[in-house]
């Protein structure tokens, strides 16, 4: 079985750009979720998306979004990036459809440097 | 707040050497923790645990949860320099939120010397 995919794998952009992420989950599994990985917080949540819907948010600004495909591929999108905003986004999968807490498997990540 | 504190969060080993990480947590509605390792890229997964007392072995790592005491450990045997690595612990809750299904440590940075 294919693992999940991320793509691009590295990004350059300056501030004020917006960027989109794309992630494909393993194939079967529904449940998309977004972390922001840095040096000083480690992972932090962004959000988790379950059959095209947004089932959980965590605390990001409105800059951050999402949305998931009917295949289960997920996108998530910077708008107005700051320089703050550089971090490794990694995307995760898992079954999901029992909820939370299972299992979830990563992919390479997507290494974000906002110049 | 739910949380998850890792200890150490950095540790200095010889390659032979035996160690143990730790992994404590607060959270409202438990389901399973989780522990994963991380070298350069994504974590990849290690072992998930449920129940309390039930050691899960994968050649030289081994873990352990305690639910009455909230914590698990992480056991490696004759270390070796493939295992330098940060490695993290996750616990899975029964509805996700603000902090999202799994909850992480900081995580504990390992590393080996030959």
């Known amino acids: 079985k294919a693992g999940v995919t991320q793509t691009p794998r590295y990004l350059i952009k300056t501030r004020g750009q917006q960027v989109t992420l794309s992630c494909s989950p393993i194939?079967?599994?529904?449940?998309v979720s977004w972390y922001q990985q840095t040096p000083g917080q480690g992972l932090q949540f962004l959000f988790e998306y379950f059959s095209e819907t947004q089932r959980n948010k965590g605390n990001f600004p409105g800059r951050f979004s999402g949305r998931q495909f009917s295949n289960s591929r997920s996108e998530m999108n910077v708008s107005t990036l700051e320089l703050g905003d550089s971090a490794l986004y990694l995307c995760?999968?898992?079954?999901?459809?029992?909820?939370?807490?299972?299992?979830?498997?990563f992919g390479p990540g997507t290494r974000l440097l906002v110049l | 707040e739910d949380k998850v504190v890792q200890s150490p969060l950095s540790l200095v080993v010889h390659e032979g050497d035996t160690v143990t990480l730790n992994c404590s947590y607060e959270?409202?509605?438990?389901?399973?923790l989780l522990w994963y390792k991380q070298e350069k890229k994504a974590p990849t997964f290690l072992f998930m645990l449920t129940s309390s007392g039930i050691e899960k072995k994968s050649g030289r790592l081994s873990s352990i949860l305690d639910k009455k005491e909230l914590f698990s450990i992480l056991n490696i045997t004759a270390t070796q320099t493939g295992d330098s690595a940060i490695y993290l612990c996750a616990v899975g809750m029964n509805y996700g939120g603000s902090q999202g299904n799994l909850i992480f440590g900081k995580g504990t940075k390992l590393s080996v010397k030959p």
């Open positions: 194939s079967g599994h529904r449940s």
């Open positions: 995760a999968s898992s079954f999901g459809g029992s909820g939370a807490g299972g299992t979830q498997y």
């Open positions: 959270v409202t509605n438990f389901r399973s």
